[in-house]
């Protein structure tokens, strides 16, 4: 188990660390294993502390926020975190394959400049559909469902509630009880 070296061990533990023969077999362990060798060989996500799939990339991983539990949204392929500001994933929240998390424009007067980042919050229990993209500043409160191939410009704090399209729309609300 070389490989798990390279990782923060607080991120190796969870759900994904416990199975068969005290965990050795877990999914998470052949995450570590095979994710590592995977980024090495393509020499992708080299500095990020927790197994990420090769097929996927973090950019800022020190400015990502997210629970252990949910390491199986870095397993999945196309995503790009994009962390030049703070991304925080809400405990409980599935991202889909090829989903962008953005937090900085290029400056559109000098495609070489940068706008100051800004950061996205994702809620608890959301859901976030394949192909989709959250651009800076969005902040989507707990159970909001992004439909496939969304692109949301906007926030929608309070959650509990289906966006969908480009630009995102509210289609309907989630009748979850909540406090
Ligand atoms: C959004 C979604 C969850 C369905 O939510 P829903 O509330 O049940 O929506 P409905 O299917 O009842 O559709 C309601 C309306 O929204 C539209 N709509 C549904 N999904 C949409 C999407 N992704 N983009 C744009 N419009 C969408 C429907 O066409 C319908 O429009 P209409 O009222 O004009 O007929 C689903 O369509 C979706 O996009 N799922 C994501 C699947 C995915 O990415 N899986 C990845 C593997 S985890």
Excluded at 45 to 54: I, L
Excluded at 141 to 149: D, E, K, L, R, S
């Amino acid at each position: 188990m070389v490989a798990a070296k390279s990782y923060d061990k607080a991120y190796l533990r969870g759900r994904w660390f416990e199975g068969r023969l005290g965990g050795l077999c877990a999914t998470g362990w052949q995450w570590v294993v095979c994710d590592a060798r995977g980024c090495k060989k393509l020499g992708v996500n080299r500095d990020v502390p927790w197994p990420v799939s090769p097929r996927t990339q973090v950019l800022g991983a020190e400015n990502i926020s997210f629970h252990p539990d949910d390491l199986n949204n870095f397993q999945t392929f196309g995503c790009y975190f994009q962390a030049l500001g703070k991304i925080t994933i809400g405990k409980g929240t599935y991202i889909a394959p090829n989903v962008g998390i953005i937090t900085g424009n290029h400056d559109p007067m000098d495609p070489d400049k940068r706008l100051p980042p800004q950061p996205v919050m994702l809620g608890e229990k959301c859901w976030i559909g394949m192909n989709s993209v959250v651009l800076p500043g969005v902040t989507l409160g707990p159970h909001t469902v992004v439909g496939a191939g969304a692109v949301v410009t906007k926030s929608f704090p309070e959650g509990y509630c289906v966006i969908a399209g480009n630009p995102a729309r509210m289609i309907r609300k989630l009748d979850i009880n909540h406090e």
